[in-house]
């Protein structure tokens, strides 16, 4: 028996296995960056080593770190500069001030400032596609945060200047160093069908063909979207992408808010996942996605807070709650999207549907140790009669006390440990009088 490193103990253990078991007093021993016992504390404590640092998570719920499925986590730059307008228009008004503004070094600011926010709130994993990949991905591996990124696609040469012809060879760049990396999960992030054209969007595919990587793009977030590529290509975003040959196990769809049944089924049947991004969709006014009948179908849905210009924070926890009642509301179901199944979105669902299964999304002996601790010794978590209900409806991102990723001590006790959040503030805020004014 291997003394552990780190010793989580007396905590309700909340771990997401396969039988969804919990510990009432639980604990979790770690080795480096893995989990090697979980279970009751009595049990669990001969673990303990002259050298074990003991964690004691008396009053705390202990469960994995939540996984983000769809950002665009560095516009935390322009967070509220582009409100009250519909998809197209906003992103006319973003891209100008990305065009001016985006640079590796400014970049930087914003993934630090993004990438605090998010361990704050308790996530620990982000799928994001934005600019400069390369950058966020330095700031991660300094700040101890996974990140799943990697080369975008864009018909335009935009903030980061790269012809479009050139971008499957500086991909291939990046997904060659970043494809053994023990924190960035290197995968390919064409923006969409109405702003990649077919040759580069095969590109992309290939790209994830010759590395075995994940692939992400938005689709039908819009009407107007699907209006526009169906005119230039007589399908549908769904269609198009599945006679490219993009549908396939290893792509994650940002919103599919607009899917007939048989693009549901479709999606489906080509095992294809999507993000639900909720907040985004609602208040860019885009509509309401199918996520229930996406769900009946077979379809694996996972959820993402987009980026912090669409719904302005990296808060997994309103996501959730917002698309647990969401789509009751809607339907006039409150029986649709219990909160176990909302947990699991962001869990073991997000972690099977990223590719990432064998490495997080549980707390099981083998599985790297990204594990956040709530508090729960508060007002608005008192009583507690179901834990599921409690983490969905009434824990909040401030309630989140402690984080490790991969072992590693990122958060304590709500201290930023690998960021200086106090400088990344300051920089953002003199960066943002200049964006302002533009």
Not at 3 to 21: F, S
Request: glycine letters at 6%; charged letters at 20%.
């Amino acid at each position: 028996m291997q003394p552990a490193d780190k010793l989580i103990l007396h905590g309700l253990v909340v771990t997401m296995d396969d039988q969804l078991t919990l510990i009432d007093d639980g604990a979790v021993a770690i080795v480096g960056a893995k989990i090697t016992a979980v279970g009751a504390t009595n049990e669990v404590s001969g673990f303990i080593g002259p050298t074990t640092e003991i964690i004691d998570a008396t009053g705390q719920l202990v469960m994995p770190g939540l996984i983000n499925a769809h950002t665009h986590a560095a516009d935390a730059l322009f967070r509220g500069l582009v409100d009250d307008l519909a998809l197209e228009p906003w992103l006319e008004r973003l891209w100008v001030a990305e065009r001016k503004f985006l640079r590796p070094d400014t970049v930087r600011l914003g993934a630090q400032l993004a990438q605090a926010e998010m361990i704050r709130s308790g996530t620990t994993t982000a799928l994001d596609m934005f600019w400069f990949p390369e950058v966020s991905a330095q700031v991660a591996k300094e700040a101890g945060f996974r990140l799943m990124t990697g080369p975008v696609y864009f018909d335009l040469a935009e903030p980061d200047n790269i012809p479009v012809e050139q971008r499957t060879a500086r991909g291939r760049e990046f997904l060659q160093e970043y494809q053994r990396d023990q924190l960035i999960v290197s995968c390919v992030t064409p923006h969409s069908t109405y702003t990649v054209s077919p040759q580069y969007l095969r590109e992309a595919q290939a790209l994830v063909d010759e590395f075995g990587v994940l692939l992400t793009t938005h689709v039908s977030e819009t009407t107007t979207e699907v209006a526009t590529v169906s005119q230039r290509y007589g399908q549908s975003p769904p269609r198009h992408l599945d006679q490219l040959g993009m549908l396939t196990s290893r792509t994650v769809l940002a919103h599919c808010v607009h899917l007939p049944d048989d693009e549901i089924n479709l999606l489906a049947k080509r095992q294809t996942a999507v993000a639900h991004c909720p907040m985004s969709n609602l208040k860019l006014g885009s509509g309401v996605a199918p996520l229930p009948k996406m769900r009946q179908s077979g379809v694996q849905t996972t959820l993402g807070t987009d980026g912090p210009v669409s719904s302005n924070d990296l808060d997994m926890w309103a996501a959730m709650r917002l698309a647990a009642v969401l789509h009751k509301g809607v339907q006039q179901n409150p029986t649709l999207l219990s909160a176990q199944e909302v947990v699991k979105m962001v869990t073991c669902d997000a972690a099977e549907a990223l590719g990432l299964s064998d490495k997080i999304g549980s707390l099981v002996a083998g599985k790297e140790a990204d594990i956040i601790l709530i508090d729960l010794n508060r007002p608005h978590l008192v009583p507690r009669y179901d834990v599921y209900s409690h983490l969905v409806y009434a824990v909040g991102r401030d309630d989140v006390a402690t984080v490790l990723i991969r072992g590693r001590m990122v958060m304590q006790q709500r201290r930023l440990l690998t960021i200086d959040q106090t400088s990344a503030i300051a920089a953002v805020q003199e960066l943002a009088q200049q964006i302002a004014s533009c």
